[in-house]
Structure formats: C-alpha cells, structure tokens
C-alpha cells in the first residue's frame, strides 16, 4: 500500500506543476473509459484489468491492482498520455475466452509495446491470461 500511496503522491505534485495537461489527460482518460464502457460495459472492462493485473511481471500490473473495486473510477485506471502509458485498445471475444490488445511504457509511440494478451474463462467465470504472450 505504501508504494501506491507514495505513486498518487508523486502524481498529485506533477498534477499540481502543470494542471493543464494533467486536466486533458484525465479527460481523455474518461472519453475512453466510457467508449469502453459503452461497448463491452463496465463489469467486464474490470474483469480484464483485474486478470490483467494479477499477470506476473507483467509492468502495468502496479497501475491495475484494484481494478475490481467498483468505488474506483473506471478512468483511473488508462493513462493516455502521462507515463507509464497503459491503453486497452480493443477487446475480441475468441472460442476460449478473450483477445486483448494493449499498449504499455513510455509516451512515445515509438517506444510503446503493444501486446495481444488471450485471457481464458476458468469454471467459475474468472478470466486470466495464458502463457505465451504474443508482442507487435
């Protein structure tokens, strides 16, 4: 808990250094949540974040540790311009479960990894990733 406080910290002050750009990545940040939200709905954004997040090593997987708690905005949880970047570009169903694309790391397009991670449904619903994730 004490990294996660001491990374809102960290953002607070940058928020507060420059407000502006802090204010239109938040709102971008919400534009995409709710077209997400719109057209696969809240429940199962926040299951892929949560199976997302419990991937080991996986770098944003700090950003998404409480993507399951309904009481945080689904907005908190992209961020489209601040680093660390974390996008979730596309959501597919496959046969199995879930195809997933992602972009992740640092703000330039050239630097960004994108990755298409398969998610699988166990017997009681939960998703959670596969080995062998597939890099662009």
Known sequence: MVIHQKRLLVEIAEARVNPLLSCLDEKLSRYA?????????????RMVLGALADIEHFPPADLLWNAGHPDVPL?????????????????????????????HGRASKRH?????????????????????????
């Open 112 to 136: 960004t990894t994108r990755q298409e991670i398969q998610l699988v449904r166990d017997r009681l619903g939960r998703l959670s990733a596969t080995s062998g994730f597939g890099q662009n």
């Open 33 to 45: 949540a709710r077209r997400l939200e719109r057209r696969h709905g809240e429940r199962l954004i």
């Open 75 to 103: 907005h908190c949880f992209f961020r489209l311009r601040r680093e660390p970047v974390f996008r979730l570009l596309r959501i597919t169903a496959a046969p199995l479960g879930l195809r997933v694309l992602i972009e």
